[in-house]
């Protein structure tokens, strides 16, 4: 009886990683967010609102849909309800109609239709201004009370959506694998006199300089302290 040797496996090589780049310290952060303050002085959500109960039915919109594409939807809806009874007198059938142009629309008026019924039976038809109560309504979830929060009632808190989670991940401003992570960080690291436009610079910044695709590195304010790696040069001409 023969044995075969086992052949010997070439090691694999070892994948070599590039060490990412630590975050920005405090002093780097309150630069970073003094320069963007000065870039956007009077930030605010570019969604239209006409109170804090049309605020939260149109950031509750606003997921996986453009802000233009939300300010178009409710544009006709806000003039006919601009109250939780109200838009509960339109029904169902006639939100859906109004909103049909914006994604998930259908789960969206049914939504709709139902936070309006709680805030009327348990709140008196008044948008709470607690965490807590805001995110047990229909189709609200933490980024959305989030914005309510600091839009409506003053509250210092940062909704980390796509654009706030890219520019913090970019410039290592607060890095982290999930919104939530992100959000903590930049609670952690912000300086007190930004805390209440943070979500505004960050989420502008990232929509219109910091793009998803291909981030106009060469007229961002903030380029020479983000440590993104792959900055993208001036176009020619420039």
Not at 139 to 151: D, F, I, S
């Amino acid at each position: 009886m023969t044995t075969s040797t086992p052949r010997k496996t070439a090691a694999r090589p070892k994948s070599r990683r590039k060490p990412q780049p630590r975050g920005l310290s405090r002093e780097q952060a309150h630069d970073l967010m003094a320069r963007l303050a000065q870039d956007r002085p009077a930030p605010r959500t570019e969604l239209d609102y006409t109170n804090p109960y049309t605020l939260l039915v149109a950031v509750a919109l606003s997921a996986q849909a453009t802000d233009v594409g939300v300010n178009k939807a409710t544009k006709l809806l806000f003039q006919e309800a601009d109250t939780p009874e109200k838009m509960v007198a339109l029904g169902e059938d006639h939100v859906r109609d109004r909103i049909k142009t914006i994604g998930l629309f259908r789960n969206k008026a049914k939504n709709v239709i139902a936070l309006s019924k709680i805030l009327i039976e348990q709140h008196g038809g008044i948008v709470p201004a607690e965490r807590e109560a805001l995110e047990a309504l229909p189709g609200v979830g933490r980024k959305t009370a989030n914005v309510v929060l600091n839009e409506a009632f003053g509250v210092p808190t940062i909704a980390v959506d796509t654009h706030i989670f890219r520019v913090s991940n970019r410039t290592r401003l607060a890095p982290g694998k999930d919104p939530l992570a992100v959000e903590k960080r930049l609670e952690k690291i912000m300086p007190d006199e930004f805390r209440q436009g943070a979500h505004h610079w960050l989420i502008l910044h990232g929509r219109y300089v910091c793009k998803a695709r291909k981030p106009e590195c060469w007229r961002c304010p903030i380029e020479d302290l983000c440590q993104f790696r792959d900055k993208t040069p001036a176009p020619k001409g420039i």
